[in-house]
């Protein structure tokens, strides 16, 4: 079978890069030989970094080593939600493969123009234009006559299945080095000058209060900052991590809880579900117009243990503030929503606030 390409009014851009149409925002090109690719979905370790490293290369005619990806920020990647649900080849992956088809063909129009020869009739090989007669340009030597700040048209056609030679192969993942060789990639492998480090202290008890709170044990511990409480919320902050560890012990010791209440039984739990108070409301109703005779009635009761939707993974993140500006470094699947939330939270415009993923 063949693929045919779309009609240019039948043509649709994905819904990404609809979103967020600015081809300058997803790609850029520069002199000295980079493709800077700059998707909205993030790298949790499912491999899209080198996924979308693939997509783009392939459609670009560039190797792979000379695509540089950046890390999802609010302070210019393309807004994509949230990176959940497998969807970022689907989604972040038809984006870019849309715009660099684009890109590709708007470096070729302006190549043909300056050396003289029909675009069709030159080809790309890692990022060098030639054409007949050895005429040759490249994307490097073009790219301060080529302006990508622009809006992504659905007119591009990408390539076939069959063209591309790194997409559906398999390839040295791009984040793996720095992993293996402990070269600094994660958050806790990037200090800020001056930085401090906070503990929460929380309670074994579902619902307790915390009644009293010896904070002398705590106060001796070399390099502590302050201990903070609100009502039931208690923690620390100090000049180190292990500081914050050490403190946060001696806190736990002083610390006197009194529990609301006890947790249901687990292995009772569903007796509990049906005494506790409930809102009936009927969803949807079927009638028949016959009554058909009842041949067998058949009863059966199924029930499944609590199951806590927890966190899958340590938190970990970094905020760093600049008089009224505020910017963060998190491994959030979605930084523009947790930008939104902060500036709830904070009271600040949203404009103010930066928020960087990194894993």
Not at 34 to 56: C, D, F
Not at 120 to 140: E, H, K, R
Not at 141 to 164: F, I, M, N, Y
């Amino acid at each position: 079978m063949t693929e045919q390409a779309p009609s240019p009014s039948a043509a649709k851009l994905p819904v990404s890069l609809a979103a967020n149409p600015k081809l300058s925002s997803w790609i850029r090109i520069s002199s000295d030989g980079r493709v800077t690719v700059s998707p909205g979905k993030v790298e949790i370790g499912q491999g899209i970094v080198t996924a979308l490293a693939q997509i783009a290369a392939d459609e670009l005619d560039v190797d792979i080593a000379r695509v540089q990806m950046v890390r999802a920020s609010t302070a210019g990647s393309p807004n994509e939600g949230v990176t959940s649900g497998s969807l970022s080849v689907q989604q972040s992956g038809r984006a870019i493969r849309q715009a660099c088809a684009e890109i590709r063909q708007i470096f070729l129009g302006v190549a043909a123009d300056r050396l003289g020869v029909e675009a069709a009739l030159l080809d790309i090989v890692d990022g060098a234009i030639a054409g007949p007669g050895n005429v040759s340009t490249s994307y490097w030597e073009l790219a301060h006559d080529v302006s990508l700040d622009r809006d992504a048209t659905p007119g591009a056609v990408p390539k076939s299945s069959a063209q591309r030679s790194l997409a559906g192969n398999s390839v040295q993942r791009l984040d793996i080095p720095d992993k293996v060789f402990a070269h600094p990639r994660f958050i806790h492998d990037s200090p800020l000058p001056d930085m401090l480090h906070g503990r929460v202290l929380r309670s074994e008890l579902s619902g307790a209060t915390l009644v009293e709170l010896k904070e002398d044990g705590a106060r001796k511990i070399a390099g502590l900052v302050a201990i903070v409480r609100d009502g039931n919320f208690a923690g620390v902050v100090s000049e180190t991590e292990a500081g914050a560890e050490f403190a946060l012990a001696a806190l736990r010791k002083g610390a006197t809880w009194s529990s609301r209440a006890n947790l249901p039984d687990e292995d009772a739990m569903a007796e509990w579900l049906k005494v506790q108070p409930a809102e009936l409301a009927v969803i949807a109703s079927k009638t028949t117009t016959s009554s058909p005779e009842k041949m067998r009635t058949i009863h059966r009761q199924y029930t499944r243990p609590y199951i806590a939707h927890g966190s899958i993974a340590p938190s970990c993140a970094m905020a760093q503030w600049t008089e009224d500006r505020v910017r963060v470094w998190t491994h959030s699947q979605g930084v523009y929503l947790l930008r939104a939330d902060l500036a709830l939270v904070f009271k600040l415009p949203i404009e103010n606030i930066t928020v960087e993923h990194m894993e």
